[in-house]
Every structure is written in C-alpha cells, then in structure tokens.
C-alpha cells in the first residue's frame, strides 16, 4: 500500500493541512494513520484497500490527527507521573555518554540505529544507578553498593575533560571527524 502514488499523494496532502493548520507531525506518523484508516475502511465495508481510497480525505483526517495530538498533549500534562530529573549539565556520566556517540557511530560503520541503542541504554542504567540511593528495593543488592558519589569520582577519573562534551560545537566537530554527519532531508 505505501508504494502507491495514491498513499504517497495522501501523505503528502495531510501533511499539508496538517502544515496549514500549524501543526507539525511526523511523516512516518501520518503514513501510520492512513494506512490504519484505510485498511479499518476496508475491512468494515467489505471493499478492497485499493476501493478504500475514495472515502480518503486529507482535509478530514488533519484535524483528528490534531485533535489526538491535542488530547495526548492535555491528558499527559494533566496526569501526575514522575519524571526522572535531568542530570547536572557537568554529569560526568553523561558526558562520557555523549563523547561515546561520535566514537560509536565510527565503529559501527555509521549505524545510526546501534548508536542510540547504545545511548538509550546507557542513559537507561546510568538514571537507575543515580536513582538507586533512594531505591528501597536495590540497597544491599550491588556488591559496591549504591553509592552514586562514589560513581562519579570514579567516572571523573576516567576522563578528565569532562566539560568540553557539553558544548555542541566540540560534539559536532567529533562527529564530524569520524566522517558521519547527522542532516535533516
């Protein structure tokens, strides 16, 4: 379906109202919403999808696509679930973190997947180590314990210069030294 120039004609036209309305959505999302629809309308009309396409129109879908958006936006802002707390912007963790990406995306030959594989679960144990201090169920449970303190010093011994990943210009230009750029098509 999504090789279709009729699928592709769809997509472009919802983003398109969807930019009309000032609102910007991912392509990927929209492409996941007309295929749903198109494939709900099939199958409750007993039509093939190909048949399903003169009931599509990117001036309906745009607004219900704004509207979930809208009611997603509301519904986690009114709910009260914890977030995690942004480290200190002189974590060393999270400056070997970031230093580790240009270096990562090298040896993986450029495999951007891999890298924020990597970094996703990284940042993932790094928050649960940070939060283990206060975390009832994991005291006594590391044979180092749970001291985050001693974490860092460690970590900051480890590389010294930590502050200099924190400046973008410094990450691009390592990045950029492994050959690989991030741009936006």
């Known amino acids: 379906m999504r090789n279709t120039k009729a699928f ?3 997509v ?3 983003l398109a109202e969807l930019a009309r309305q000032g609102v910007t959505v ?5 492409a996941d919403t007309i295929e749903r629809n198109i494939r709900a309308v099939a199958e409750r009309l007993g039509i093939q999808e190909r048949s399903a396409w003169r009931y599509f ?9 704004v509207q979930q958006r809208q009611e997603s936006e509301s519904s986690s802002a009114s709910e009260e679930v914890g977030r995690a707390p942004m ?3 002189d974590n060393p963790e999270l400056a070997l973190i970031l230093g580790g990406v240009p270096d990562a995306l090298e040896e993986s030959g450029g495999d951007l997947y891999s890298v924020i ?7 993932w144990m790094a928050s649960h180590i940070h939060g283990e201090d206060g975390c009832t169920g994991c005291q006594d449970k590391r044979p180092t314990g749970t001291d985050w303190q001693a974490r860092m010093d460690t970590i900051t011994a480890m590389e010294p210069d930590i ?4 400046n973008p210009a410094v990450w691009t ?13």
Do not use: C, H, M
């Open 12 to 14: 472009a036209d919802t």
């Open 57 to 65: 129109d990117p001036a309906n879908l745009a607004p219900s696509i």
């Open 117 to 123: 594989v990597n970094v996703a679960v990284n940042a």
């Open 173 to 185: 230009a390592a990045l950029n030294d492994t050959g690989y750029s991030v741009t936006r098509t």
């Open 26 to 30: 991912r392509p990927g999302t929209v």
């Open 87 to 89: 480290p200190p912007l």
């Open 8 to 10: 592709k004609e769809a």
């Open 163 to 166: 502050t200099k990943w924190f």
